[in-house]
């Protein structure tokens, strides 16, 4: 932090003489745009649109955004800033800060105070206590210490602020793709970077226009992306990756996820080899008692017989088919799909935990 005093006579201005002119436009659009919603918010956030403004989520009102959370409502994958020493004091335009009058207001202060303050922002101590976060790609600051004097000099027609400058960088455009998808009656806007990271626009009317100036081109959804209806399903729970100020989707992630998915599926699908016993069929067991006794029934009688006359033959006959039968039941031969067998040891295991104490269960399945 700088410890000496600056006379303002000796503060630079901001250099934003490399950037192009439509962005400049963009930066004095956005910290415009923000300066009015405070407006309106002061009278209380019914007027305003949903959560522009600084709802929590209990639906109460919590006074205005601070910066860096109203440019990450609208710009996607907005990043957090990072320990780094400042650029140095300069004198920023008023018209491309973005501020957070919460504390008092213009109209808050009496003769004698606002005196005082317009002697502060004059003096050689203008810069204490303020940090603004300069991005150039967008030229726009956010001002994070200093907020509220943001909107007095709007109001006062004040052309420049003295503050505490650091550098706040934000992907190149050509790292961003945008995706209009849709699922039913529902359509959305999706921008994804470095092929990986998915963030939703919540406000297009503001964010659509403001990316394709920076220029942010739209694609069709890749083939190689994580299908569209998932996507859908995972956005009502995104997770904080990287240094992005708001949540987002890991596709990379998600396809892996989907992918491991997808291969115990196929696990599970896998047939396997079973015997009529071992299948839940109602009357196996009965049917399996029946050719038991004409088994040991015609066994007897063609021991007795010894499989001599007709009765000998009929005797080893009715044993050969019966014994056949048998082992027909008895013997692995069926191919089965083992999600069936999970499906059903898993029901029999809901049963169980969910059954009353004292209740009798039914018998297993054999």
Same mark, same amino acid.
């Given at each position: 932090?700088?410890?000496?005093?600056?006379?303002?006579?000796?503060?630079?201005?901001?250099?934003?003489?490399?950037?192009?002119?439509?962005?400049?436009?963009? %930066?004095?659009?956005?910290?415009?745009?923000? #300066?009015?919603?405070?407006?309106?918010?002061?009278?209380?956030?019914?007027?305003? /649109? &949903?959560?522009?403004?600084?709802?929590?989520?209990?639906?109460?009102?919590?006074?205005?955004?601070?910066?860096?959370?109203?440019?990450?409502?609208?710009?996607?994958?907005?990043?957090?800033? +990072?320990?780094?020493?400042?650029?140095?004091?300069? !004198? *920023?335009?008023?018209?491309?800060?973005?501020?957070?009058?919460?504390?008092?207001?213009?109209?808050?202060?009496?003769?004698?105070?606002?005196?005082?303050?317009?002697?502060?922002?004059?003096?050689? !101590?203008?810069?204490?206590?303020?940090? #603004?976060?300069?991005?150039?790609?967008?030229?726009?600051?956010?001002?994070?210490? %200093? !907020? +509220?004097?943001?909107?007095?000099?709007?109001?006062?027609?004040?052309? /420049?602020?003295?503050?505490?400058?650091?550098?706040?960088?934000?992907?190149? &455009?050509?790292?961003?793709?945008?995706?209009?998808?849709?699922?039913?009656?529902?359509?959305?806007?999706? *921008?994804?970077?470095?092929?990986?990271?998915?963030?939703?626009?919540?406000?297009?009317?503001?964010?659509?226009?403001?990316?394709?100036?920076?220029?942010?081109?739209?694609? +069709?959804?890749?083939?190689?992306?994580?299908?569209?209806?998932?996507?859908?399903?995972?956005?009502?729970?995104? !997770?904080?990756?990287?240094?992005?100020?708001?949540?987002?989707?890991?596709?990379?992630?998600?396809?892996?996820?989907?992918?491991?998915?997808?291969?115990?599926?196929?696990?599970?699908?896998?047939?396997?080899?079973?015997?009529?016993?071992?299948?839940?069929?109602?009357?196996?067991?009965?049917?399996?008692?029946?050719?038991?006794?004409?088994?040991?029934?015609?066994?007897? &009688?063609? %021991?007795?017989?010894?499989?001599?006359?007709?009765?000998?033959?009929?005797?080893?006959?009715?044993?050969?088919?019966?014994?056949?039968?048998?082992?027909?039941?008895?013997?692995?031969?069926?191919? *089965?799909?083992?999600? %069936?067998?999970?499906?059903?040891?898993?029901?029999?295991?809901?049963?169980?935990?969910?059954?009353?104490?004292?209740?009798?269960?039914?018998?297993?399945?054999?």
């Amino acid at each position: 932090m700088e410890s000496k005093r600056t006379e303002p006579a000796s503060i630079p201005l901001l250099d934003l003489s490399a950037i192009p002119a439509e962005i400049m436009l963009l %930066g004095k659009r956005l910290a415009d745009t923000k #300066y009015q919603i405070d407006m309106l918010g002061k009278v209380g956030w019914g007027e305003l /649109t &949903a959560n522009l403004h600084g709802l929590e989520a209990s639906g109460e009102w919590n006074g205005p955004d601070d910066a860096l959370t109203f440019f990450s409502k609208i710009f996607p994958f907005a990043l957090l800033p +990072s320990e780094t020493e400042p650029l140095g004091v300069y !004198q *920023v335009p008023t018209e491309r800060v973005i501020g957070r009058s919460w504390r008092w207001w213009p109209d808050h202060l009496s003769g004698n105070s606002e005196e005082k303050l317009r002697e502060h922002l004059s003096g050689p !101590q203008a810069a204490d206590s303020t940090s #603004y976060y300069f991005i150039s790609a967008l030229a726009l600051l956010l001002a994070v210490q %200093g !907020q +509220s004097r943001v909107n007095y000099c709007r109001q006062r027609h004040i052309p /420049t602020i003295t503050a505490r400058v650091t550098y706040l960088s934000y992907p190149p &455009a050509d790292r961003f793709k945008l995706y209009h998808v849709t699922q039913g009656a529902t359509r959305q806007s999706w *921008v994804v970077l470095n092929d990986r990271y998915l963030q939703a626009i919540h406000w297009p009317r503001i964010t659509l226009p403001a990316l394709s100036t920076y220029g942010v081109h739209s694609a +069709s959804w890749p083939l190689t992306f994580p299908p569209v209806e998932r996507i859908f399903a995972e956005l009502h729970n995104p !997770q904080q990756v990287e240094d992005f100020v708001a949540p987002c989707l890991d596709l990379q992630v998600l396809q892996e996820a989907i992918d491991e998915e997808q291969r115990a599926a196929l696990l599970s699908a896998k047939p396997v080899k079973m015997a009529l016993s071992e299948m839940d069929i109602v009357n196996i067991w009965p049917v399996s008692m029946t050719l038991t006794f004409f088994f040991l029934l015609s066994l007897v &009688a063609a %021991g007795v017989t010894a499989g001599a006359g007709g009765l000998g033959v009929l005797s080893l006959v009715i044993c050969g088919m019966s014994g056949s039968l048998l082992l027909f039941i008895a013997a692995p031969v069926f191919l *089965v799909r083992q999600n %069936g067998l999970r499906r059903r040891k898993r029901d029999a295991e809901e049963l169980a935990e969910n059954a009353p104490e004292n209740a009798e269960l039914p018998p297993a399945a054999q």
